[in-house]
């Protein structure tokens, strides 16, 4: 049910300067969604009345993605007024008539939060009754976050940035996440009071802490278990950290959930993707996107599929698949290149280097090797034979190839489209079918062969070739 007493506001306004990138930091993707996607959904998760992203560098950009993904969201543009501070300001101003409860504040590029320690976070602070109720983190090296500074006691009194600390408050290892539970009253009360009196010139929303701690409001710290949680992403090589770490949890929730994954480290599972129990990874393998694999199936090892379908006990191993549906109990691979629209049905096959584009290959129906199907339909039960190549494009329009139920097409076959193959007709090998093949039927093209004897010798005078030949005939070189 939606807490109506709770808002999210998300920090995505910055230009991330240190990814080095024409892409805005905050859409830089791991686990097949971006930054700011993963701390949206943790944000659903909430069941908030309202979310807010504070927007600016790359405006329209950072708004469209953010639209696709989750439409209700309010978006409200930072002035030119640098600093959290303000960027949370201005974002207070959006929230709904009359609201009066918490705003929960999180980072667009802090992507590993989970909302389980957000709910924690949010029980604290209205347990408590707080006004302001903040994530910490202890870290190893805490270079370029804000410290926690406490008191004798070990209350939190306020926070100090990094280009403002003293040495001694740069010792301290207890950290900053940017991530807040304010209530809204005293927020709007504090926030007009903060200004820009620091070494970056910025309206910093942790000057918010040591207002409501000298007015006498309470205020605290929680530390997260582990500081991972709230690391943010900054350079490509923070990028790469997340996503490991992001996958690692991905792998283990689905072992936990009854899928076999053979080698965890190379194995890569996005977040929107789909298991059923019984399934098994095999090494090598890359899941992405809204992909889905039923029950029993075992995909790799070596396997990349991208917004597929995998029916139960299929395999599919060392393939390239996007957009693919392949039905129970099928085989692909090895070696497969299935492009999209390709509807492989039950117990069907596309074996070793056969590449399909958008053809429907029939229940039982195989296309076993080194061939070549696109704009195709094969019905049931039908084989196709190694070599074969459906011509499907004269250089101006694609055309389509039907191949009936229960036909066997011969090795080394040209489909040339639009062409029809009737029920049960067979092919020979070699042949270039031009015309339709009634059903029932043998098609073949048959030209005469002609053996032209001596020509090896005549024509190859002095090769290895031809002193073959002589030794083979008993004749003598010419």
Known sequence: MTDQNLAVIVLAAGQGTRMKSSRPKVLHSIAGRSLIGHVLATARELEPSVVIAVVRHERDTVVASISEFVPDVIFVDQDDIPGTGRAVEVALTALPAGFEGDVIVVSGDVPLLDAATLAALITEHRAASAAATLLSAVLDDA????????????????????????LAERAVTEINSGTYVFSVDALRVQLPLVGTQNLAGEKYLTDVIGLL?????????????????????????????????????????????????????????????????????????QLKGATLIQRGATVGPDTTLVDCEVGENAVVKRTDATLAVIGAGASVGPFAYLRPGTYLGADGKIGAFVETKNSTIGAGSKVPHLSYIGDTTVGEQSNIGAGTITANYDGVNKSATVVGSHVRTGSHNVFVAPVSIGDGAYTGAGTVVRKDVPAGSLAITVAPQRNMSGWVEANRAGTAAARAAVESSGAHEV
Not at 239 to 246: D, G, P, T, W, Y
Request: glycine share 8%.
């Open 213 to 285: 701690r000298a007015s006498g409001s309470a205020v605290s710290a929680v530390p997260v278990s582990d500081g991972w949680m709230v690391s943010g992403v900054n350079d490509r090589v923070q990028l790469a950290e997340a996503s490991r770490r992001m996958n690692s949890l991905i792998v283990r929730r689905w072992q936990v959930a009854g899928v076999t994954v053979q080698d965890p480290a190379t194995t890569w599972i996005d977040a929107d993707v789909t298991l059923a129990e019984d399934v098994e990874l095999l090494p090598g393998t």
């Open 143 to 166: 270079t370029g976050y804000g410290r926690i500074i406490r008191d004798a006691e070990g209350a939190l009194d306020r926070i100090v940035e990094q280009k403002d600390a003293t």
